[in-house]
């Protein structure tokens, strides 16, 4: 989906019309329809505007164009597991389980390994094979790449 139907989308799903959008995000409503005409799209800035007024991602405003997986423990992220800053904005780097209110829930990767084992394994997948699938994958994420960096 292009950027222009998803504001459209999600602009109609609250029953605004465009002049009450562009007061929402300060631009005038020509800006919104612009945007949904496919003319333009909007700045960073108002990107994030539409994000928290929304309640969706930045990846999803721009018509998800990128598969978004959480940098600290793997998991595909969409609107509904990704994490929040305490602003409320979205940080589309991590699930909310790994980070939350602003703070990082593991700081050891084989405290992670040993929760994720735990959940993840099953008949088809032991949980030898998970732990050894986590151990190769887990340091190529940028969480870990940067705790690694720091010590």
Not at 107 to 112: H, I
Request: aromatic content about 10%.
């Amino acid at each position: 989906m292009d950027t222009k139907d998803v504001i459209l989308e999600l602009r109609t799903r609250k029953g605004l019309s465009q002049d009450q959008l562009a007061e929402q995000v300060c631009v005038t409503r020509q800006a919104v329809s612009r945007w949904e005409n496919g003319e333009t799209i909007p700045n960073t800035e108002t990107l994030k505007l539409l994000s928290v007024f929304f309640d969706v991602s930045i990846n999803t405003l721009l018509g998800s164009p990128r598969q978004l997986i959480c940098q600290c423990c793997g998991m595909p992220l969409d609107d509904s597991t990704i994490s929040k800053e305490p602003s409320g904005s979205f940080n589309e780097e991590y699930c909310k389980w790994c980070y939350s209110d602003g703070k990082f829930t593991y700081s050891n990767m084989e405290d992670l390994i040993n929760f994720c084992v735990d959940h993840m394994a099953n008949e088809n997948w032991p949980s030898d094979q998970v732990r050894a699938y986590l151990t190769d994958m887990l340091p190529k994420l940028n969480y870990w790449k940067h705790l690694t960096n720091e010590n």
